[in-house]
């Protein structure tokens, strides 16, 4: 079974950064997609950003490009987000999520069947 745990989150100064990991078990990265979304306080859940893994081919997703951007490494089994600059308005619980499906004409974020079950990022001062 594929499983994903989130680490990173906590209280975090407006212009800080961050970096939040995702532990994966169960997924081979070489097909699919992890990506990481956020769910603010009575928002809708957003993707952030995202890897989608097919044919050999690693694409990379930042909704936030220069200030969150997703790396992996696969020998540890870890999908990162690095948040710089982050903003109150960033505060929100963070989710890791992935799947093993590619979707053709889908976005990155399509289809997410797996889920952690979150860390929460809070940016104040």
């Known amino acids: 079974q594929l499983q994903l745990v989130e680490s990173g989150g906590g209280l975090v100064q407006p212009g800080g950064s961050l970096r939040l990991s995702c532990l994966v078990s169960?997924?081979?990265?070489?097909?699919?997609?992890i990506a990481w979304f956020r769910q603010a306080p009575g928002k809708e859940r957003e993707g952030v950003s995202c890897?989608?893994?097919?044919?050999?081919?690693?694409e990379y997703v930042d909704s936030e490009k220069g200030r969150f951007t997703i790396s992996g490494d696969n020998a540890k089994n870890t999908v990162y987000l690095q948040m710089t600059s982050l903003k109150p308005e960033d505060t929100a619980v963070y989710y890791c999520?992935?799947?093993?499906?590619?979707?053709?004409?889908?976005?990155?974020?399509?289809?997410?069947?797996?889920w952690g079950k979150g860390t929460l990022v809070t940016v104040s001062s």
């Open positions: 169960g997924f081979t990265f070489d097909y699919g997609a």
């Open positions: 890897i989608s893994y097919s044919g050999g081919i690693t």
């Open positions: 999520a992935a799947t093993k499906v590619r979707y053709l004409a889908r976005e990155c974020y399509y289809g997410m069947d797996y």
